[in-house]
């Protein structure tokens, strides 16, 4: 079971094939934060090889970028690596 982060909030649990389809209809996409049991963080979700496929070519030079990638380790929400407070919860702590 998969959990992503939409509208700024935790959305879920869905299973496989649900965000498949959401892949498919666009309502998720490369960057969109996804997290399962087992996985110390959130990650994108064209990070999990399970779904790299999912998004073609497009997605995987989107994700190729060289910036590191921030993320509130208490909302889950991504971040700027300038900013020291997460613009979603203003009280993280900020994990790479």
Do not use: H
């Not at 959990?3 to 969109?32: E, K």
């Not at 090889?49 to 998004?55: G, L, V």
């Not at 073609?56 to 910036?67: F, H, K, M, S, V």
């Not at 889950?76 to 702590?93: D, H, L, T, W």
């Amino acid at each position: 079971m998969y959990f992503i982060i939409a509208d700024n909030q935790q959305q879920g649990p869905f299973d496989f094939s649900t965000i498949t389809s959401y892949i498919s209809q666009g309502q998720v996409l490369p960057r969109t934060l996804i997290w399962k049991e087992g996985m110390k963080s959130w990650a994108e979700t064209i990070s999990l090889a399970e779904f790299s496929d999912a998004f073609g070519t497009d997605g995987d030079a989107e994700a190729a970028e060289d910036d590191p990638i921030l993320f509130c380790s208490n909302c889950g929400a991504r971040i700027s690596q300038e900013m020291a407070f997460c613009p979603n919860c203003c009280k993280c702590v900020i994990d790479k």
